[in-house]
């Protein structure tokens, strides 16, 4: 039979090399990954059969077997699920680019700084898409049989992992779904065991709902029910921590576990996880989120629109709804009504216990790690989510001149408000890239005087919110680089510093003069309290736009 041979792309090869001659201690997880694309595709025939119900006709109860040959030396990964055709293998386990690539390679060598070369966190691989690959720790050549769900014609995919794979017709393919076998290399026999393997089923892949069958044994080496449905009481947290890693593609711990159940109008299960490090995709334009949507049991599709609102999108995990039609197309989703209302519950409830955590006294400093990883992304919620606007601002963070000049700790509003000096009315702030810089500018040299705060306010998105959002519980917010903060009512920390008046006619002769010299480079020459050490500073005019976001459309423009 015809088999064509094909090159991998320079950056899979250069992977595949690092892979395979890595000295990563738990090479185990490797199966992880195999079971996790074997469950992905039961999960993706089973959505598929819902309009199309001859697929799974004459077999319809999923199924992953590990099939270990110990006189072959090759253990195999079954599943029944989606299958892959020619061109399925050759674009996912060959030829086109993967973005997770380069991705991967870059954490890696970022990791491996502190570690020797050759003991790279190899674990990472899931995280990038690029799962499949892992296979080559433990295999010196990896042969793929797979049918396509639906077709006739089987096919055989095999690799040693040195630049080039092959891809070829085969009559020994499955009757559906994919037979991934390996080779095992010399020194990793382990993987024949099937006591050995049973305990990795148990370890990394319990919270699959697929059956997991680890040769002759009937009994399934995992639990087989999907997790989220268990008692929280029954879950314990090594459980979590899997499943997470599993659902989201991720492996930091979970920063924070919601799970709950609502009830009433509309019934919907979530399993929600706030990850402890910020995905690497966390800034892309689409800003989509990648939970997953499941309707009774079933997985329907990852990310929908309108599911989580987008200033939410750091969260992962699962919502399984009961609600929802089985046969709802992903193309209808975001205009159904019922998506909508679970929107809503969802973003109340993951908002009211990041509130319970921000008002913890004892959970500061974790809330901060929340804040630096997320506080930028929540805060878009503040001007595209009316309703949530005054959650969002008490669990909004912000550094500032308070406690010494470099700002070293985050405040809050209410912090804030309760350190307002008499007289003062508006929350003051100032926006640039660098804390650092900021507190170096001016603009703050009155303020320190009188004793007034001044928020630091560092995130590109500050400019955005700061249009909508005026005031918070009568507040204004008010920029120190704008002509209208006014210190003049506020009444001095100490009054030794009242303003030094100059002499009235001297003053204005100096500034008639700076009028004349700057012309129409500038709308205005005034006098004014903000200052102390320093001679001169620009503000922006009441009206205007302010001078950092000034600058920052214009460097967008360049
Ligand atoms: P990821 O699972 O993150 O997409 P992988 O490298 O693990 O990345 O897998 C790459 C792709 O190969 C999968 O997205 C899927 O399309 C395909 N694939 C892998 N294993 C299977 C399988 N057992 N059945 C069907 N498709 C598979
Ligand atoms: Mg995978």
Redesign the pocket.
Known sequence: MSEEKLSFQAEVSRLLDIVAHSLYSEKEVFLR??I???S??CDKLRYASLTQPELTAGDATFRITLTPDTAARTLTIA?N????NRD?LVE??GTIARS?TANFMAALSQKAEAKKDGEKDVSLI?QF?????SAFMVAGEVEVY?RKAGETQGWRWTSDGKGSFTVGESDDAPAR??R?VLHLRDGEDDYLQTYRLQSIVKKYSDHISIPVLVGDDEKPANAASALWTRPKSEITAEQYKEFYHHVG?AFDDPWLTLHWRAEGVLEYTNLLFIPEAKPFDLFEPERKHRVKLYVRRVFITEGPEGLIPAYLRFLRGVVDSEDLPLNVSREMLQHNPMLAKMRTGIAKRVLGDLARKADDADSKADYARFWENFGAVLKEGLYEEREQRDTLLKLLRAYSTHGGTNGDELVSLEDYVGRMKPGQDAIYYITGEDKAALARSPHLEGFRAKGVEVLFLTDAVDEFWLQSVTQYKDHAFKSVTRGGADLANVTAEDKNDETPKAPEDSVADLVALAKLTLGDAVKDVRTSERLRESAVCLVADEGDMDIHLERMLKAHRR
Do not use: K, P
Not at 81 to 84: A, D, L, Q, R, T
Not at 129 to 133: D, K, L, P, S
């Open positions: 990954e195999l996790s694309n074997a992905d595709a599943d699920g989606i299958g892959m399925d996912n386990l997770g899931g898409g690029v799962g499949f690959y797979s779904g994919s991934i593609h």
